[in-house]
């Protein structure tokens, strides 16, 4: 059985709660990553999407310069490393989110994504 542990992206992209939706976007882009992870020291406060940018873009014209607390996900959904990737594909598609922070006894491990359980599943099939 393929764990989250084992396909989750482990280098985690994070911004402050503080930090503009701008800001955000920029590091998301110069990362190539569909989310980040606000985090406060180690607290995971929430996270922040690609949606997320599309929904304050689309409600408020200076939506840019607010801080990622209007617009963020707070406590979002997590799982842990050693659930099943079927289990975070099942809580993926029920919340209806591509994104789901890996946490282990309140420690954020990582993120695992829509992409990452399709590539495994890839790799799986042989394709």
């Known amino acids: 059985m393929t764990t989250v542990g084992d396909i989750m992206s482990t280098e985690l992209v994070t911004v402050s709660a503080s930090s503009t939706v701008a800001e955000?976007?920029?590091?998301?882009?110069?990362?190539?990553?569909?989310s980040a992870l606000v985090m406060e020291g180690d607290a995971l406060l929430g996270i922040f999407t690609e949606r997320d940018i599309v929904r304050a873009l689309s409600q408020d014209f200076d939506a840019p310069g607010?801080?990622?607390?209007?617009?963020?996900t707070t406590n979002p959904l997590t799982i842990d490393p050693d659930a099943s990737v079927e289990e975070a594909l099942s809580r993926m598609l029920a919340g209806g989110f591509r994104h789901l922070p890996v946490v282990d006894g309140g420690s954020t491990l990582g993120v695992i994504s829509m992409r990452d359980i399709s590539r495994a599943q890839a790799e799986r099939s042989g394709a």
């Open 66 to 72: 607010h801080p990622l607390s209007h617009w963020m």
């Open 24 to 34: 955000a976007a920029t590091v998301m882009g110069e990362r190539h990553v569909g």
